[in-house]
Antibody, heavy 124, light 110 residues
Framework: QLQLQESGPGLVKPSETLSLTCSVSGGSISSSSDYWGWIRQPPGKGLEWIGSIHYSGSTYYNPSLKSRVTISVDTSKNQFSLKRSSVTAADTAVYFC????????????????WGQGTLVTVSS | QSALTQPRSVSGSPGQSVTISCTGTSSDVGGYNFVSWYQQHPGKAPKLMIYDVSERPSGVPDRFSGSKSANTASLTISGLQTDDEADYYCCSYAGSYTWVFGGGTKLTVL
C-alpha cells in the first residue's frame, strides 16, 4: 500500500523560504506512470494545486504560483520536495502531497494517494 | 486558471439524494473527461470518490455517482447517510499537465 508523509517546519517567517519534503513508502517514486504533486489548503478554505513532478525531473506548476515555487525529486531517497520563496501570511495552509498517474503509459489519473497533510504557519 | 465553481453548501435528510455541481470552462471540465471528486472530513486528507467523470474507485459505495454535461460536472449522493456529511471538492485536468480544484461544497445531513 502506497503511503506518503509530509515533513518540514511548521512555522516560517515572512519573506523566508518554506521547505517541505514528502517521503514515499510502499512503492517506488521512479515509476514511469506516476506523478507526485503538492496541494495546499488555507485554513477554512478550499484546495489549490501547487504543482507536480515526474521522477525524470519534469515539473508542472500552477501558473498563478509558478514564480516562487520549485518542486524537486530525490529518487535515491524516494522523496520529493517543495520550496516556496518569499512567503507571506497568505501562504499559511495545510500542505498535502499526493500521487496521480499519467502519460506516457497511462491516461491522466486522479490524485489517488494522499499524505495526511502538514500545517505551515507564516508568522514572525 | 480560475477555480471551478461549486455551491458553498448543500443539505439533505438521511435517505434522500443530493447533487453537487461543478462548473468550469471548455479549457478544463468541458475539454477533458478527467474530472474527479474528493470527500474531506474535518482535519483529514481528501479521499478520492469519483474519477474520470463517473468511475468509482474500489471501496466507494455505488451511492456515489458522477456525470458531466458541457462545462458542468455533477456528483450525486443517493441514500444519504450521516457519515456523508463532509466537504466535497471537484477537480479537473486543465491541459499541459495542470489541475484545477473547485472551491468546495459543505454537505450537511440534517
Amino acid at each position: 500500500q502506497l503511503q506518503l508523509q509530509e515533513s518540514g517546519p511548521g512555522l516560517v517567517k515572512p519573506s523566508e523560504t518554506l521547505s517541505l519534503t514528502c517521503s514515499v513508502s510502499g512503492g517506488s517514486i521512479s515509476s514511469s506512470s506516476d506523478y507526485w504533486g503538492w496541494i495546499r489548503q488555507p485554513p477554512g478554505k478550499g484546495l489549490e494545486w501547487i504543482g507536480s513532478i515526474h521522477y525524470s525531473g519534469s515539473t508542472y506548476y500552477n501558473p498563478s504560483l509558478k514564480s516562487r515555487v520549485t518542486i524537486s525529486v530525490d529518487t535515491s531517497k524516494n522523496q520529493f520536495s517543495l520550496k516556496r520563496s518569499s512567503v507571506t501570511a497568505a501562504d499559511t495552509a495545510v500542505y498535502f502531497c499526493a500521487r496521480h498517474r499519467g502519460p506516457p503509459h497511462t491516461a491522466m489519473g486522479p490524485f489517488d494517494y494522499w499524505g495526511q497533510g502538514t500545517l505551515v504557519t507564516v508568522s514572525s | 486558471q480560475s477555480a471551478l465553481t461549486q455551491p458553498r453548501s448543500v443539505s439533505g435528510s438521511p435517505g434522500q439524494s443530493v447533487t453537487i455541481s461543478c462548473t468550469g470552462t471548455s479549457s478544463d471540465v468541458g475539454g477533458y473527461n478527467f474530472v474527479s471528486w474528493y470527500q474531506q472530513h474535518p482535519g483529514k486528507a481528501p479521499k478520492l470518490m469519483i474519477y474520470d467523470v463517473s468511475e468509482r474507485p474500489s471501496g466507494v459505495p455505488d451511492r456515489f455517482s458522477g456525470s458531466k454535461s458541457a462545462n458542468t460536472a455533477s456528483l450525486t449522493i443517493s441514500g444519504l447517510q450521516t457519515d456523508d456529511e463532509a466537504d466535497y471538492y471537484c477537480c479537473s485536468y486543465a491541459g499541459s499537465y495542470t489541475w484545477v480544484f473547485g472551491g468546495g461544497t459543505k454537505l450537511t445531513v440534517l
